[in-house]
């Protein structure tokens, strides 16, 4: 059975073997649509990525709401987010920054949020570029603690992966 997935806000980067979704129509995508509304049935998608997108959505609570809609049980979502070092996070257009904790607010470890009945799995890695990488290992040995009180240098970004859960 062929894997179903999808790359939100594609852009011109259009991947094999995706359906590329844009709200763009002059970029070409497969599907034309607001990510906030997506025409996906429920419980249809393996697999979704996004790259430099979430930072330009106004309610991140209800796009993952959406996700948690369109993605099989146990389907996995990979997004990748300017960290909130990175001086790219604070360009004009973009709505959030991203630390570690970002989506703490669908985690399915933390019991403190009953507003939503989303619920991942959610890990994170801070990245650095490449004359950085070294940081890497330190940064994301203790995330919270670089992020709270050491945040040198700057990170670039911070790569999100999540699994529905039931």
């Not at 419980?43 to 809609?69: A, C, G, P, T």
Request: hydrophobic share 40%.
């Amino acid at each position: 059975m062929k894997r179903i997935k999808i790359n939100l806000g594609c852009g011109k980067i259009k991947y094999k073997d995706f359906i590329n979704i844009d709200r763009n129509k002059s970029v070409k995508p497969d599907i034309i649509a607001d990510l906030n509304h997506l025409p996906i049935k429920s419980n249809k998608i393996d697999y979704i990525y996004s790259e430099q997108v979430l930072e330009h959505i106004q309610n991140l609570e209800d796009l993952m709401k959406e996700f948690y809609r369109i993605l099989k049980p146990n389907g996995i979502m990979k997004h990748i987010v300017p960290h909130f070092t990175s001086i790219s996070a604070h360009i004009g257009n973009h709505i959030h920054t991203f630390s570690s904790r970002g989506f703490i607010f669908c985690d399915y470890k933390d019991n403190s949020n009953f507003q939503t009945n989303i619920k991942y799995k959610i890990k994170s890695r801070i990245v650095f570029n490449k004359w950085l990488r070294p940081f890497e290992f330190l940064a994301n040995l203790h995330p919270f603690i670089w992020e709270q009180y050491i945040r040198f240098p700057n990170a670039e970004s911070i790569i999100f992966e999540f699994e529905k859960t039931i």
